[in-house]
């Protein structure tokens, strides 16, 4: 049984940064990457961001590039989204998800967490 928890959202200013961890845990052995998506209100889900959790090969969409960093811990156990200069489009429901396919960067996420709020005030 694999499970994803999402954590460190919140509220706070255009200008900002949050960071936001996926901790995984069950059978994560062989997870190929891990991703993250959002959701605003009455817009569909969007993939922002994804990591290869074995060579660490990251993929972004045009609209967080050099905003956003994903990352993951030495054990693989734990993905980071490093958010700076936040904007108020920003705002949605980030969730994050895990795949043993080698599809990359557009893969089909078998595992995903609750999620996470982030709300940007202008």
């Known amino acids: 049984q694999v499970q994803l928890v999402e954590s460190g959202g919140g509220l706070v200013q255009a200008g900002d940064s949050l960071r936001l961890s996926c901790a995984a845990s069950g059978d994560t052995f062989n997870f190929y990457s891990v991703a993250w998506f959002r959701q605003a209100p009455g817009k569909e889900r969007e993939f922002i961001a994804t990591i290869n959790v074995i060579t660490g090969t990251t993929y972004y969409v045009e609209s967080v590039k050099g905003r956003f960093t994903i990352s993951k811990d030495n054990a693989g156990n734990t993905v980071n989204l490093q958010m700076d200069s936040l904007k108020p489009g920003d705002t949605a429901r980030y969730y994050c998800?895990?795949?043993?396919?080698?599809?990359?960067?557009?893969?089909?996420?078998?595992?995903w967490g609750q999620g996470t709020q982030v709300t940007v005030s202008s």
């Open positions: 998800a895990a795949t043993y396919s080698s599809t990359f960067p557009y893969a089909s996420y078998d595992y």
